[in-house]
T-cell receptor, first 115, second 111 residues
Framework: NAGVTQTPKFQVLKTGQSMTLQCAQDMNHEYMSWYRQDPGMGLRLIHYSVGAGITDQGEVPNGYNVSRSTTEDFPLRLLSAAPSQTSVYFC??????????????FGAGSRLTVL | GDSVTQMEGPVTLSEEAFLTINCTYTATGYPSLFWYVQYPGEGLQLLLK?????DKGSNKGFEATYRKETTSFHLEKGSVQVSDSAVYFC??????????FGTGTRLTIIP
């Protein structure tokens, strides 16, 4: 199984440019989510989805857009990149395991630099 | 809101030393608790979990016990190896799609 696949692994943007980070999972997981990882701040939830056609905002949604047209795919769009969006982005999918715990499977990450 | 507090790193130990990484949480109710590990250049992966009070999660020689009375989930390993060098994240979840993470603790093991 490929698990969770993110592309690209690295990207450099100029301020104001737009781009899409791709995420695909092949585990038929209901839940998918995007996190950003910044030094000293751990991981913060950007957007999440509980199924195809359903998305919602997380802790830090501003400047990002998502859609979930299929179970497998959950792209993250940066509408107008800003230097504050320089970060490492992780996509994750999850299922509700035994005893109700939600276990995440992460992609390898996408490192984005905005100049 | 819910939060997770981890001991600040970085932590540097010699091979075969005993490891403890402290984690405490604040939450309304009784969440599931997790430790995730991130090896260099990789995404996070689940190390262990516990879903109710007094549960002990264990994997790869690591252990953590869910302590409701102290709201803690400290990670321990009796004898660390160089291959354990990584960043460790404590996290909590109430069975929905949102996990709350601590800030992470970088561990370096010296041969």
């Amino acid at each position: 199984n490929a698990g969770v696949t993110q592309t690209p692994k690295f990207q450099v943007l100029k301020t104001g440019q737009s781009m899409t980070l791709q995420c695909a999972q092949d585990m038929n997981h209901e839940y998918m989510s995007w996190y950003r990882q910044d030094p000293g701040m751990g991981l913060r939830l950007i957007h999440y989805s509980v199924g195809a056609g359903i998305t919602d905002q997380g802790e830090v949604p501003n400047g990002y857009n998502v859609s979930r047209s299929t179970t497998e795919d959950f792209p993250l769009r940066l509408l107008s990149a800003a230097p504050s969006q320089t970060s490492v982005y992780f996509c994750a999918s999850s299922y509700r395991g035994g005893s109700g715990a939600n276990v995440l499977t992460f992609g390898a990450g996408s490192r984005l630099t905005v100049l | 809101g819910d939060s997770v507090t981890q001991m600040e790193g970085p932590v540097t130990l010699s091979e075969e030393a005993f490891l403890t990484i402290n984690c405490t949480y604040t939450a309304t109710g009784y969440p599931s608790l997790f430790w995730y590990v991130q090896y260099p250049g990789e995404g996070l992966q689940l190390l262990l979990k516990a879903t109710k009070a007094d549960d002990k999660g264990s994997n790869k020689g690591f252990e953590a016990t869910y302590r409701k009375e102290t709201t803690s989930f400290h990670l321990e390993k009796g004898s660390v190896q160089v291959s354990d060098s990584a960043v460790y994240f404590c996290a909590l979840n109430f069975g929905n799609e949102k996990l709350t993470f601590g800030t992470g603790t970088r561990l370096t093991i010296i041969p």
